[in-house]
Structures are given as structure tokens and as C-alpha cells.
């Protein structure tokens, strides 16, 4: 599914125009990156949580050339599914 197509199932969802669905669906995900951002958890309940990690540096090898590098640490986002979700696609 496509950011397009989920705009429509939120417009014809709720009853809203294909706008104010976009403009919801858009405040909702750079309200989930900004508190991401600030290092906080995002939690839907039934859905799942939204969280930041912290990778470690780590030794990887450039596949071009066969070289060690050094990859280096840095957070990344993390999606844990919850309950309700695990159990909807099984």
C-alpha cells in the first residue's frame, strides 16, 4: 500500500477529503519523527511502539574494494509490533 492509497482509506474511513486525510496522516507521522527526535517512545496501543536505539560501531568491509572500514555508531528508529497487530496478520 502506497501513502497514496492510505490517504483514500482515510478519507473514505472517516469521511473526510482526500486533503484533510493527507494533512492528518502528515501531522501524525512528523508528530511520531519529532518525538523520535527527542529520544522519546511512541506507543498505539493494539498497534505497536515506535522507539530509537542506539547502534554500536562496528568493522564492515567495503564490498568494492575488499578494505576493513569502521561503520560508526548511530541511533536508529526501531518498530516493535504489539499484541492485536501480531495477532490480525497471522
Known sequence: MTK???IDKIASGAGLSKADAGKALDTT???IKSALK???KVTLVGFGT???TKRKSRKGRNPRTGDIITIPAAKVPKF???KALKDAVR
Open 4 to 6: 497514496a492509497e492510505l
Open 29 to 31: 507521522l512528523n508528530s
Open 38 to 40: 527527542k529520544g522519546q
Open 50 to 52: 515506535f522507539s530509537v
Open 80 to 82: 516493535t509490533s504489539g
